[in-house]
Nanobody, 115 residues
């Protein structure tokens, strides 16, 4: 199982970014997927999850209404569209899944929201 995130960067407050997570090594359409983030000096926190068919979605309260989670099973890719970004959204964003009781994480992509 391999998860590779991309799309991070430096953006001004109020700006947008779209993160991608490209998955390989397993049947992508059979597993739910999640995004987590870790701010400087803090623990890793859950941001959003999406079911295997892309219908069931859940977002953390602080990002609900600003972030959208989606997936394209034909491309083995999950996305996180982030709008109206705030400085408190700064952190490293990780892609996550669990398969056969084993956790899998990507290496993360850095998002910095600053003027």
């Amino acid at each position: 199982v391999q998860l590779v995130e991309s799309g991070g960067g430096l953006v001004q407050p109020g700006g947008s970014l779209r993160l991608s997570c490209l998955a390989s090594g397993f049947s992508f359409s059979t597993l739910g997927m999640s995004w987590y983030r870790q701010a400087p000096g803090k623990g890793r926190e859950w941001v959003a999850s999406i079911g295997k068919n892309g219908i069931n979605k859940h977002l953390e309260d602080a990002v609900n209404g600003r972030f959208t989670i989606s997936r394209d099973n034909a491309k083995n890719t999950m996305y996180l569209q982030m709008n109206s970004l705030k400085p408190e959204d700064t952190g490293r964003y990780y892609c996550y899944t669990v398969r056969e009781n084993t956790d899998y994480w990507g290496q993360g992509t850095q998002v910095t929201v600053s003027s």
